[in-house]
């Protein structure tokens, strides 16, 4: 049996704010993938951001260290963001197996010396299009069983402007160009992806409800009606197939519909452990 420490990104005022809507967490949301993928998985989580998180156990006691998204940013010098890049340094003094989506990938690059900025010109809201494996993504067991372009579940605002020295970029697309990279940190090497392998259809569309004033704001959805159609139609395609009409108006197939596809990354990295 495996042991993980999954490290929740959300700040207090975010948790309490997911209760109140009657929504997951994002540790939450991850354990459910990551369970998905091995029931036997003995998985304990870290609230990075909150004052007082500890691990349930000693840091030598897990297999792999896991980060989950969060609505943070890397580059805000607050408590609540230092506290979590702490965690990845001291994790990754230990030499433990580390994989980071969307905020774990940029608290990763920020641990190693890298950049985060924000950019809406980079921002992606709901789908990672057609991101495609560079040469050494495409050896490597990241993305093993991905096709040469896929679509992922994202959503970010900020992205990786400068990867640490020694990185290896492993995906990319036309809109944000770090989708997945090594990092070195200490004496792990990170996995990372931009991208939401844990994500599914129901949990975008909490997202987007909890966002979404936020999104319309930003031009993603000219209007808060067309918002609420888009949360509909997420849910509708929750239990679709790829050649339904609501597949179709929201351009996915089963890169997005098929939760094994979603959560390849996960799976590849799993088997990584042993």
Request: aromatic fraction near 8%; proline fraction near 6%; glycine fraction near 10%.
């Amino acid at each position: 049996m495996k042991r993980l420490l999954l490290m929740e990104g959300s700040s207090l005022p975010a948790l309490e704010r997911a209760e109140q809507l009657g929504h997951e967490t994002t540790a939450q949301v991850y354990a459910r993938a990551l369970l998905a993928e091995n029931p036997s998985l003995d998985i304990d989580v870290l609230y990075g951001a909150l004052e007082g998180g500890v691990p349930p156990q000693q840091l030598d006691w897990y297999d792999g260290f896991v980060i989950s998204g969060s609505a943070l940013h890397a580059y805000d010098d607050l408590p609540e963001v230092t506290r979590q890049i702490d965690w990845v340094q001291q994790v990754a003094d230990q030499g433990l197996p580390i994989f980071g989506s969307c905020w774990g990938l940029q608290i990763c690059a920020v641990a190693g010396g890298g950049v985060v900025e924000r950019s809406i010109a980079h921002a992606e809201m709901g789908i990672a299009r057609k991101i495609v494996a560079t040469e050494a993504g495409r050896d490597h067991p990241l993305l093993a069983d991905r096709p040469a372009t896929f679509d992922a579940p994202c959503i970010h605002y900020d992205h990786v402007a400068q990867l640490p020295k020694g990185s290896v970029l492993l995906a990319t697309n036309a809109r944000c160009r770090v989708q997945a990279a090594l990092i070195p940190i200490g004496k792990s090497l990170a996995w990372g992806v931009q991208y939401h392998p844990e994500f599914d259809l129901p949990h975008l569309a909490e997202i987007y409800e909890g966002y979404g004033d936020e999104m319309v704001g930003t031009g993603f959805f000219e209007s808060r009606a067309a918002l609420d159609d888009h949360i509909a139609d997420l849910r509708k395609a929750d239990s679709a197939m790829p050649d339904d009409p609501v597949a179709w108006r929201l351009g996915i197939d089963a890169d997005i519909l098929d939760g094994p596809t979603r959560r390849t990354e996960l799976r590849n990295w799993l088997r990584h452990l042993g």
